[in-house]
C-alpha cells in the first residue's frame, strides 16, 4: 500500500521562532537575469527541499550527463505556515527560522538557482492552529491573506507560492469549518497580485477540491498541481492540460529505484508534463534521480558537491 500523505519532518510546522514581521510592500531585488540553461526536452521536474534540515543550493547541484541542463526546473521551499492570530482573529504568514533565514540570505540560498534557470517557490502549510485557506470567514479576510502572500514573493524575489493543505485542523480556535468560497476568493486574488508567477496545488486537503464558487473556477489560474502519495501515480484532480500535472510523486531515497523508474515512464507514456520530487537532502543521490532522468530525458544524472 502507498505511504499515505508527507513523511514529512514537521518541525517546519512547529518551530520557536515567532510570527515574521513582513516589510509588506518591499521590493526585492533578484539579482542577475537568469543564465539560459542548456536546452532539455521532457517534464518538468519539482524538488520539494525540507530546509530545517537541507540546503536549497542541493538542487542546483545535479546536471544531466548528456548537455548539462538542469535536472531540476522548479526548487520549492519547505516550507511556511498559515497560523492563526488569537488577538486579531485571522489567518497569519509565518516562518521558522530556518524558512527566515533562506529568505533572508536569498542572495546565496535562491538567487545561485534562478541564475541558473531553476524557479523557486515558497510552499505554504497548515500549522495545526485552525488556520487555513478553506476557511476564511469572508473574500477581504482571503484577499488579505493573498496579499501577505504577494508581498512575500516579491520582497524576496521568488517566483511563486505553492499551496498545500495539511495539518491546518480546521476548527482549533474557534476557527471555522471549510467553506465553499474562501480558497476561490484566495486564488482570484493572488492570481491577480501575481501575473506571470507560479501558483501549484499539492493536491490535497480540503482547498484541493473547492476550486469552484459563484460561477468562478480557478483551475485555470494554477500552473502546476501534483499528486500528494509518494510512491504512487494519482492524477490531481483539477482541471488543467496533462503538461501542467504530476501523478507521479517520489520521495528520493525512499521510493525505490525501480518504482521510481516505473513512474517517469509512465509520465512520458502517458504524456503528462511534471514530475515530482520531495526531499532531496545533501547526499550525492545520483543513482536515485538518474533513475527517473533516464526515463524522462534519456540521460544519467551528474552531481557536483
Do not use: C
Given at each position: 500500500m ?98 527566515q ?26 500549522n ?61 486574488a ?54 501542467k ?55 544519467d ?5
Amino acid at each position: 500500500m502507498f505511504t499515505p500523505v508527507r513523511s514529512r519532518i514537521r518541525t517546519a510546522a512547529l518551530a520557536l521562532s515567532a510570527i515574521t514581521a513582513l516589510t509588506l510592500g518591499a521590493t526585492a531585488t533578484t539579482g542577475a537575469a537568469a543564465a539560459p540553461a542548456p536546452a532539455k526536452q521532457g517534464p518538468t521536474s519539482v524538488a520539494y527541499v525540507e530546509v530545517n534540515n537541507n540546503s536549497m543550493l542541493n538542487v542546483g547541484k545535479y546536471t544531466l550527463a548528456n548537455g548539462g541542463g538542469n535536472v531540476f526546473d522548479v526548487a520549492v521551499i519547505f516550507a511556511a505556515n498559515i497560523n492563526y492570530d488569537t488577538g486579531t482573529k485571522a489567518a497569519t504568514l509565518y516562518f521558522n527560522e530556518n524558512v527566515q533565514r533562506v529568505l533572508d540570505n536569498a542572495a546565496t540560498q535562491i538567487r545561485p538557482l534562478q541564475q541558473k534557470g531553476i524557479k523557486v517557490v515558497l510552499s505554504v502549510l497548515g500549522n495545526h492552529q485552525g488556520a487555513g485557506f478553506a476557511n476564511f470567514p469572508s473574500q477581504q479576510a482571503a484577499s488579505t491573506f493573498a496579499k501577505r502572500l504577494s508581498d512575500t514573493v516579491a520582497k524576496y524575489g521568488l517566483d511563486g507560492i505553492d499551496f498545500d493543505d495539511e495539518y491546518a485542523e480546521y476548527g482549533n480556535n474557534g476557527t471555522g469549518q471549510p467553506n465553499a468560497s474562501s480558497f476561490v476568493y484566495l486564488v482570484s486574488a493572488l492570481r491577480a497580485n501575481m501575473a506571470g508567477k507560479i501558483i501549484s496545488l499539492y493536491n490535497i486537503g480540503p482547498a484541493a477540491s473547492r476550486l469552484s464558487y459563484g460561477g468562478v473556477d480557478v483551475s485555470s489560474k494554477f500552473d502546476y498541481a501534483w499528486n500528494p502519495y509518494y510512491g504512487s501515480w494519482q492524477v490531481p484532480g483539477i482541471a488543467l492540460p496533462k503538461s501542467k500535472l504530476s501523478p507521479a510523486a517520489v520521495e528520493i531515497g525512499r521510493t525505490s529505484q525501480s518504482t521510481v523508474a516505473s513512474l517517469a515512464r509512465r509520465t512520458v507514456s502517458e504524456g503528462y508534463g511534471v514530475y515530482l520530487t520531495y526531499n532531496l537532502d545533501g547526499a550525492d543521490r545520483s543513482a536515485d534521480v538518474s533513475a527517473f532522468t533516464r526515463e524522462l530525458y534519456g540521460s544519467d544524472a551528474h552531481y557536483t558537491p
